[in-house]
């Protein structure tokens, strides 16, 4: 199954800066999700991201908020702008795995103060 | 679109004790499911899903689930719940097409008592 190796694991930051979140998957995977984990809360699907083209965004999210990198078949990134404490949560990576599975990153906690 | 109902936000149960976590699902066309758990301050993995098939599905863990269509249910099932299975848990769904992701439920919070 495939591995992924989410980074940073957990990180508080100030209000008003940003913060860049990896993923590398140890297999080339055309599709990516992104989801957010609110507290006490489901995982959202913010975004889904394909190698050579734009991100889709789900809605409530916005590219300019949440601007996503994918620039190979193993890698990428996920940008929180302008934080705000609104904006602590788990963010999760996601992978399809074979025809019917999903992999997920560790996850990484974020704390905006 | 698909949708997840998870009936209880949160089950105490004691030790050894049976336990049953509910998950309804609507959905316009054919999916399969999959419960997730998420033990504190770690990632998803995976219990159990169905794809086809017996409806009675046997995950990790002694965790079972049965895929009832007519209910649009998948319940999660444990005889005799252990102090670790104290966790998270997230029942999903996609639909059979493509490389979609999985929509939620809200989880449910599963603490075993000793």
């Known amino acids: 199954s495939a591995v992924i190796s989410q980074k940073p694991s957990r990180d508080i930051c100030q209000r008003g800066t940003s913060l860049t979140i990896q993923c590398q998957v140890d297999?080339?995977?055309?599709?990516m999700f992104w989801y957010r984990q609110q507290p006490g809360q489901s995982l959202t699907l913010i975004a889904t991201?394909?190698?050579?083209?734009?991100?889709?965004?789900e809605s409530g999210f916005v590219i300019d908020k949440f601007p996503i990198s994918r620039p190979n078949l193993t890698f990428s990134t996920l940008t929180v702008s302008n934080m705000s404490p609104e904006d602590s949560s788990i963010y999760l990576c996601?992978?399809?795995?074979?025809?019917?599975?999903?992999?997920f990153g560790s996850g990484t906690r974020l704390t905006v103060v | 679109a698909q949708s997840v109902t998870q009936l209880d936000s949160q089950v105490p149960v004691f030790e050894e004790a049976p336990v049953e976590l509910r998950c309804n699902y609507s959905?316009?066309?054919?999916?399969?499911l999959f419960w997730y758990v998420q033990y504190p301050n770690q990632g998803l993995q995976l219990l159990l899903k169905?794809?086809?098939?017996?409806?009675l599905v046997k995950g990790i863990n002694g965790f079972e689930a049965e895929f009832n269509k007519s209910q649009t249910s998948f319940h999660l099932r444990k005889p005799s719940v252990h102090i670790s299975d104290t966790a998270e848990y997230f029942c999903a769904v996609r639909p059979l097409s493509g490389n979609t992701p999985l929509v939620f439920g809200k989880g449910t919070r599963l603490s075993v008592i000793a």
């Open positions: 169905y794809l086809s098939g017996s409806t």
């Open positions: 297999s080339q995977v055309t599709m």
């Open positions: 996601s992978v399809p795995e074979g025809a019917y599975g999903y992999t």
């Open positions: 991201a394909n190698q050579g083209s734009e991100a889709t965004y």
């Open positions: 959905s316009s066309v054919s999916v399969y």
